[in-house]
């Protein structure tokens, strides 16, 4: 079937703008579209619908709130084997980072060819975040940069200094998490719109840098203070552990297992900066999403017939101007949400409300990364095996996996709309739930926590219409029954 001529100008169009985004594109591309049996509207409005009605039945049915001091879990202990573990875990950390620092130095410099590479954007950033996600944040026993800077502390505390490798600056209580917040969306920059981010050696120097950059705030401001205020990686992977049914209890032996969410509702408020950094957590993944669709490109060019020279040819400018102006606009938009409810229960200011519910989106986040990641996991990640017995490109076999090869066929389009669609709606689900249940805690009564809880609902269902629309235009068409575009 001959594509559409205006589809075809489109593509031309688009091209320019996919060549800034080399790992996106490598990421999500499908060589064939999903064709719908029904029009996408279709799917949006039921969508929309299912999420509209999970918050009826909420209203209807949940009328008990969790209460303070009520059991968070139940606690499983494991006696020596967690710090057994967490050893283990952090010597293979600091081997790791060794070996993807030594890779993207002197490795191969095809990105796909490279351990670096694929263990840093395929592995580690996608994978991990799943696993964190899902079953426990076990990244605080895999952070290398936490391993190393204890080791030193260590050493400094035996050679007799008090301190150790701390000089316990005071950190500027002002800046809170913002920093943190700044760095998540500096890293997705680099992640979607910087052409060389899966370049082997710039991504070393990249680790090295960031290497830097924490082990000095580690000893500037302390370990802990760090890590709590501006390290980026050590707050997402810690927010996202709040959804996940196990978390590590404060004996550091034992487990509490917990209904999946029950983090995110038993934290209290959060500050403001944690406020911008779960908006961008949304914000980035959805941004990742429009990098694929047809408005940016036509935006890109019509700038370019509007004001000929305001644009650089790299599509720098516009990509950064995008990323900032969607964090922005989630930000608003959640804060809009915020507004209307204080209006509509006139006990407690916008900041607070803000503050109270941002953490109910988390699912939100995971849902988008789920959509937007689990089929580019499932197809790139497998390139992980041969490099595990080849990590230099050496012709190395140390595991016996060095000539696997990819079996693309393991999703599909059809595979990955579908799981779009349930994962959408099911985290959304989700944080209505979680905010309802927040609410009943919250609010004097449940009907006033009903009252509360719908302007957080629109913006849900909202969001719910626009991730399925950017996450259909690259992977999916209608065709109608005719077969005609």
């Known amino acids: 079937m001959r594509p559409h001529r205006s589809v075809n100008r489109t593509a031309k ?3 320019p703008l996919l060549l800034i985004q080399p790992a996106a594109v490598w990421a999500h591309a499908f060589a064939e579209r999903y064709d719908l049996p029904v029009p996408l509207e279709y799917f949006v409005v039921g969508a929309t619908a299912a999420v509209a009605l999970s918050f009826v039945v909420a209203a209807v049915f949940m009328r008990g709130a969790w209460r303070e001091g009520q059991a968070e879990g139940v606690i499983v202990s494991l006696g020596q084997l967690l710090p057994a573990l967490r050893v283990t875990a952090r010597a293979l950390s600091v081997v790791l980072l060794s070996v993807v620092v030594v890779a993207g130095l002197f490795g191969s410099r095809n990105p796909e060819m490279n351990f670096a590479t694929v263990l840093v954007w395929i592995v580690w950033w996608v994978g991990l975040s799943f696993l964190v996600a899902c079953i426990g944040n076990i990244w605080p026993a895999l952070d290398p940069w936490r391993a190393l800077f204890e080791g030193m502390d260590a050493v400094a505390r035996r050679l007799g200094f008090t301190n150790g490798m701390s000089l ?15 760095l998540l969306l500096l890293f997705v920059w680099i992640e979607v719109i910087y052409p060389r981010a899966a370049a082997p050696l710039d991504l070393a120097w990249m680790v090295l840098a ?11 401001f302390g370990r802990d203070t760090w890590q709590r205020n501006a390290d980026v990686f050590a707050i997402y992977f810690g927010t996202l552990g709040r959804f996940a049914p196990i978390d590590i209890g404060p004996d550091g032996r034992s487990i509490v297992l917990r209904p999946p969410g029950r983090g995110l509702i038993t934290a209290g408020a959060v500050t403001l900066g944690m406020v911008g950094f779960v908006l961008a957590m949304l914000a980035t993944v ?9 408005a940016l490109a036509l935006i890109h060019f019509a700038l370019n017939a509007t004001l000929p020279g305001f644009l650089d040819d790299g599509g720098y400018l516009l990509g950064t101007i995008g990323l900032i102006s969607v964090w922005l606009l989630f930000l608003a938009a959640y804060l809009l949400s915020c507004l209307v409810t204080a209006r509509l229960v006139r006990d407690r200011p916008v900041a607070a409300i803000a503050r109270t519910f941002v953490l109910t989106l988390i699912p939100i986040a995971i849902a988008y990364n789920v ?40 999703v599909d389009a059809r595979f990955t709309w579908y799981l779009a669609i349930s994962s959408i709606v099911t985290g959304h689900v989700i944080s ?3 905010a309802h249940r927040l609410a009943l805690r ?24 626009v991730s399925l629309m950017v996450m259909a235009e690259p992977l999916v068409q209608f065709t109608g029954r005719a077969g005609s575009p």
Request: hydrophobic content about 50%.
């Open 13 to 15: 169009l688009a091209f």
């Open 168 to 182: 316990g600056r005071p950190y500027p209580q002002g800046l809170g998490v913002w920093p943190a917040a700044a």
């Open 442 to 465: 919250e609010f004097r009564t449940p009907g006033e926590a009903v009252i509360a809880s719908v302007p957080l609902t629109v913006l849900m269902m909202t969001y719910t219409a």
């Open 286 to 294: 959805l941004f990742d999403g429009l990098l694929s669709t047809r």
């Open 371 to 410: 959509a937007h990641y689990f089929s580019y996991l499932l197809v790139q990640g497998q390139m992980i095996i041969p490099l595990l017995s080849d990590p230099f490109g050496l012709k190395w076999n140390l595991f016996g996996t060095a000539r696997y090869y990819l079996d693309v066929g393991v």
């Open 432 to 434: 209505i739930w979680l």
């Open 210 to 220: 960031w290497s830097a950059i924490t082990l000095t705030g580690m000893v500037c």
